[in-house]
């Protein structure tokens, strides 16, 4: 009895493995620091993802560092990268992003996040706050996200006031991963020009960060009927003695 009591003491109520926070493309070599948690709240390492070569045909290849700072056994592959680029916004994820063109010879950008264990994780993405670059349309594992940021809502660089849902970043929750995530690019949205004052399409479109979250684990079932049940008992047997 007392072994089942510890065991549901001792039983996990979250899995943090596979949380992971990434700043992409670094600008100016500087990530955020462990302390900010971006809209999730999740402080620790930030992956400083930086890509500078003008050639949209490279892959970059590597392990990410887990939220302590040591390797997480997850892996990431970008393609399809042809600048990097920077926004208005003081805010250390939002102010510099990677982007595609639909006129490069490899035109949609392309992440894969490999190594999770099997589970539900929210997944929150973050866009550029450049004027001119939003995310695009992509998907993630096939579900299909429309084109947002800044630039899509003509907003500006909104991040400067603070990180805004639906602008600067979006999050799909109990998101089940099968041990990979891809995300596609499948379109280039709009932007909204101040120059002519009206919305055009974009040619670019790329992402500013992305930060992984492992949803709680409920405990099984059958320990969260036994547990009133063993605590009583356990009650009676102090009583007794």
């Given amino acids: 009895m007392i ?14 493995a596979g949380s992971v926070n990434i700043d992409f493309n670094s600008y100016d070599a500087v990530t955020p620091d462990s302390s900010y948690g971006g809209a999730t709240g999740q402080s620790g390492t930030w992956n400083g993802l930086g890509f500078f070569a003008e050639n949209s045909s490279l892959v970059y290849a590597g392990e990410l560092s887990g939220l302590d700072g040591l390797p997480s056994g997850i892996d990431y592959q970008v393609t399809g990268i042809s600048y990097p680029s920077t926004g208005a916004s003081s805010d250390p994820v939002l102010r510099d992003s990677f982007w595609s063109a639909n006129y490069a010879p490899n035109p949609y950008w392309s992440v894969s996040l490999s190594g999770f264990a099997p589970g539900y994780y929210d997944v929150y993405i973050y866009a550029p706050t450049h004027p001119a670059i939003p995310t695009g349309s992509f998907t993630v594992n096939g579900n299909a996200v429309d084109s947002f940021g800044s630039a899509t809502s003509g907003a500006g660089a909104n991040g400067i006031n603070g990180l805004d849902l639906g602008i600067d970043y979006i999050v799909l929750t109990d998101l089940y991963i099968d041990g990979t995530m ?16 009206q ?43």
């Fill in 182 to 197: 891809a995300f596609d690019q499948t379109g280039y949205g709009i932007y909204y020009s101040a120059y002519n004052n």
């Fill in 199 to 241: 919305f055009l399409n974009a040619y670019m479109a790329g992402l500013a960060g992305i930060q992984v979250v492992s949803a709680p684990v409920p405990l099984p079932s059958s320990l969260l009927l036994l547990a009133p049940a063993l605590i009583s008992l356990a009650g009676l047997r102090r009583k007794k003695y």
């Fill in 3 to 16: 072994c089942l009591l510890v065991a549901i003491g001792l039983y996990p109520s979250t899995a943090l």
